[in-house]
């Protein structure tokens, strides 16, 4: 009996997983016929113009079903911050996607993982407080240290301390050299792609920096990172929880993960507190939409949705929340056999790119030998150091010769973005043009031009990030809400930055507020501006100023 009564809840769940109350709740309203005389402006579609080709021009744009749904929030369509019980459809649709991931408690995020991440990291933390980090986290964690007060204590990522030791890892790859002064294009396969992965955060790593600092917080890491690197999460959370803090988990290429067993295993399946995903990064949701998720007792739920309150847009979209609830819907329902026809075009396309000369992918053996765990294959990291070809360029040459945008390029190499959107068609068009790219460029490309010399950039952005070691002189609170100036970027060594850098994409910090400015790291910033890579953070977007501590340094 009781089997049978199990069975019949785990079909009444899988059922009510088909459902989108916030899609249903707003269809109702619309066939309701209400005559707007609130929010939003355009009513609908726009406003009525003079001539026939002014009239409704939002509405022509993007659809006329888009501007009717693009709703405020009345009564009937719940409310993103207040919002509680079975009446309120947003908060059915957060119940169903904390049951759909196997969470305590989901929330909906239009603000962006951005929010999520400061809101985790301000619900966790108060001024003067410690939270131990992964050097190369996204620059919205940055942006949570300097909202709450805390001070970062980061993981020593070097490759010495990785299991076995630094030869032991790479001669298990067959890689006969090490460091940036190698000449790619003479290196073993394995070290190539190697050059541009960062090292891991292990959980050696993490008890070191527990021990160093007892009274820190809680621990944050990145997993899966931009290029699908998925660290020890298991191993990490239980140091972390060994030492009585949270494991924080920043996941936003993650969103797909629980629903197929030929993925790595996701974050919270793996022990994490809480975890933030960009449903809009591999999931069908809308540019923005994002979920926060906790689970267990070690984060207290209340101060998240407090700090969501306070980081939130008070006027919520509903085309992003919408999207959101009808990805989770999507995915549920759909993602295994989606997930199960991408992975089988994904198997024969990476044959095909991994013969190809000159071209070389991240596999899951080297991300092992870099102290990871496992390697989301929906990622694709092409490294171009056998063609003597940048990745820039590369880039480049796909998007004018084959109308084809990668995801990111670095000098290293660039980032292509497989999800359940794509098909055979557009799968086998990235072969052919990764085949027309190999062609064309072997040996005849120059792997290094534009550097300043001696520039370790060649190793790659991901590489350089996790390794800085940057003398940390305020909080990143202090710097950012100091008394500041703007000097010149090469007269800047020696002085404190007031401001996030972070070549974007990744959006991972190369300075952060608080941070003693080195000439290495100048270096680095005078490179990446020749390679025409934006920067997100400072306030002057060419980067020939920097904003830093005045006083200081």
């Known amino acids: ?37 609130h929010t939003p402006g355009h009513k609908g579609g726009g406003w009525p113009g003079s001539t026939p080709e002014s009239r409704r021009c939002l509405e022509r744009i993007v659809g006329e079903r888009a501007t009717r749904l693009d709703q405020t929030e009345l009564p009937g369509l719940g409310n993103l911050h207040r919002g509680v019980g079975p009446d309120d459809p947003i908060w059915q649709a957060q119940k169903l996607l904390a049951a759909a991931y196997g969470a305590d408690r989901s929330f909906f995020l239009v603000n962006g993982s951005t929010v999520g991440l400061q809101a985790l990291v301000m619900a966790t933390c108060r001024p003067g407080d410690k939270l131990v980090i992964s050097r190369n986290v996204h620059s919205s964690v940055i942006g949570g240290l300097i909202l709450s007060g805390a001070f970062p204590v980061y993981l020593e990522s070097y490759l010495d301390e990785l299991p076995g030791g630094r030869d032991e890892s790479l001669h298990r790859l067959g890689v006969k050299g090490v460091g940036t002064g190698l000449n790619p294009q003479k290196a073993s396969r394995g070290y190539r792609v190697m050059r541009s992965t960062p090292p891991a955060p292990t959980p050696e790593m993490v008890k070191k920096a527990l021990k160093a600092h007892p009274e820190a917080k809680g621990v944050f890491i990145t997993s899966p990172t931009y290029q699908g690197l998925v660290p020890r999460v298991a191993e990490i959370a239980r140091v972390a929880h060994g030492h009585g803090v949270p494991l924080l988990v920043d996941e936003a290429w993650g969103a797909h993960l629980p629903f197929h067993p030929a993925l790595p295993r996701p974050a919270l399946a793996l022990g994490a507190d809480a975890c933030v995903q960009s449903a809009h990064k591999t999931l069908p949701a809308l540019t923005q939409g994002s979920w926060l998720h906790l689970k267990g007792e070690r984060i207290d739920p209340g101060a998240v949705e407090a700090a969501l309150s306070l980081l939130q847009t008070t006027s919520p979209s509903y085309l992003l929340m919408v999207g959101l609830d009808l990805a989770r819907q999507q995915v549920v329902t759909g993602g295994r056999r989606y997930l199960a026809r991408l992975l089988s075009l994904l198997g024969p396309a990476r044959e095909k790119v991994k013969a190809m000369e000159g071209l070389e992918l991240l596999e899951e053996e080297q991300a092992r030998a870099r102290g990871y765990a496992d390697l989301d294959p929906t990622r694709l990291w092409v490294d171009t150091g056998g063609l003597r070809c940048n990745g820039v360029k590369a880039a480049g040459f796909l998007r004018e010769e084959f109308n084809l945008e990668v995801e990111f390029a670095d000098p290293t190499g660039f980032l292509v973005l497989i999800t359940m959107a794509d098909d055979q068609v557009s799968v086998s068009s990235l072969v052919s043009a990764l085949a027309a790219l190999a062609a064309r460029f072997r040996g005849h490309g120059q792997t290094g031009e534009g550097l300043l010399p001696g520039s370790p950039v060649e190793s790659g952005l991901s590489y350089i990030f996790a390794c800085l070691r940057p003398e940390i002189v305020l909080t ?71 904003q830093t501590v005045r006083f200081l340094g």
């Open 476 to 546: 990143p609170r202090e710097a950012f809400m100091g008394t500041t100036e703007v000097v010149p970027l090469q007269r800047a060594v020696g002085r404190v930055a007031a401001e996030v850098v972070a070549p974007y994409p990744p959006g991972v910090p190369l300075l952060c507020p608080g941070e003693r400015i080195t000439r290495e790291v100048v270096v680095e910033l005078e490179n990446l501006k020749r390679w025409e890579i934006p920067f997100h953070g400072p306030v002057d977007p060419t980067l020939d100023y920097i």
């Open 1 to 37: 009996m009781a089997g049978s009564c199990g069975g019949h809840e785990g079909r009444r769940k899988e059922t009510e997983q088909t459902r989108a109350p916030l899609v249903e709740a707003l269809q109702s309203y619309l066939g309701q016929g209400r005559i707007s005389f």
